[in-house]
Nanobody, 127 residues
Framework: QVQPVESGGGLVQAGGSLRLSCAVS????????IGWFRQDPGKEREFVAS????????YYADSVKGRFTISRDNAKNTVYLQMNSLKPEDTAVYYC????????????????????WGQGTQVTVSS
């Protein structure tokens, strides 16, 4: 079993940066995907970015491309989300999730693919 645990959220001014961490217990398969999603109250949970555990290939939502960077440290079993040039619309609860089966380039953005979820961490960007 794989269990993600997020940390690193907080309050930041627009234009600032934050780095989120996702510590993954257990040992993900090389074909597993670790993703970041976010959810604002009253809205659906949306895909932000994901990374394949084995080869480190990455995917991003259009809304964060060029501003956010996802990376992993296999030795520490940790995935990071570096968020730069933050905007008020980035305010949300950010969730880390693991997809242990069936993760590939055509479905990385599907929330239902991810079978293990963290508890979430709040990111608030003030204007």
């Amino acid at each position: 079993q794989v269990q993600p645990v997020e940390s690193g959220g907080g309050l930041v001014q627009a234009g600032g940066s934050l780095r989120l961490s996702c510590a993954v217990s257990g040992r993900p398969f090389s074909s597993s995907g670790i993703g970041w999603f976010r959810q604002d109250p009253g809205k659906e949970r949306e895909f932000v970015a994901s990374i394949r555990w084995g080869d480190g290939s990455t995917y991003y939502a259009d809304s964060v491309k060029g501003r956010f960077t996802i990376s992993r440290d296999n030795a520490k079993n940790t995935v990071y989300l570096q968020m730069n040039s933050l905007k008020p619309e980035d305010t949300a609860v950010y969730y880390c999730a693991a997809a242990t089966v069936g993760y590939y380039s055509g479905n990385y953005f599907r929330r239902t693919l991810y079978d293990y979820w963290g508890q979430g961490t709040q990111v608030t960007v003030s204007s």
